[in-house]
Nanobody, 126 residues
């Protein structure tokens, strides 16, 4: 089992930055690829960014490419999502998710992930 806890959300003005953290417990986290998803008001949950178990491969949604960076120092370390140049449309609850995978492909679908955190609210004011 893997338990995920997100932190770092908050209120920020447009153009500002936030860094989200995803901390995990459970001995199998080192075998997990991790993804960040978000769900805005009245919207479906969508993929934002993902990183492989080793940190060697990353993938981003087009809407955040060039503004967000996902990272992890090693397979057991927390996963971070650095969000720069934030826009009001980035407002959402952000979820960390993990899947047992030592492959290179980054999953972008919700059903590919086995474990989910409780989410952290990010609000970007205009």
């Amino acid at each position: 089992q893997v338990q995920l806890v997100e932190s770092g959300g908050g209120l920020v003005q447009a153009g500002g930055s936030l860094r989200l953290s995803c901390a995990a417990s459970g001995r199998t986290f080192s075998n997990c690829a991790v993804g960040w998803f978000r769900q805005g008001p009245g919207k479906e949950r969508e993929f934002v960014a993902g990183i492989s178990w080793s940190g060697g491969t990353t993938y981003y949604a087009d809407s955040v490419k060039g503004r967000f960076t996902i990272s992890r120092d090693n397979a057991r370390a927390p996963v971070y999502l650095q969000m720069n140049s934030l826009k009001p449309e980035d407002t959402a609850v952000y979820y960390c998710a993990a899947r047992q995978s030592r492959g290179l492909r980054i999953g972008v679908r919700i059903e590919e992930y086995d474990y989910w955190g409780q989410g952290t609210q990010v609000t970007v004011s205009s």
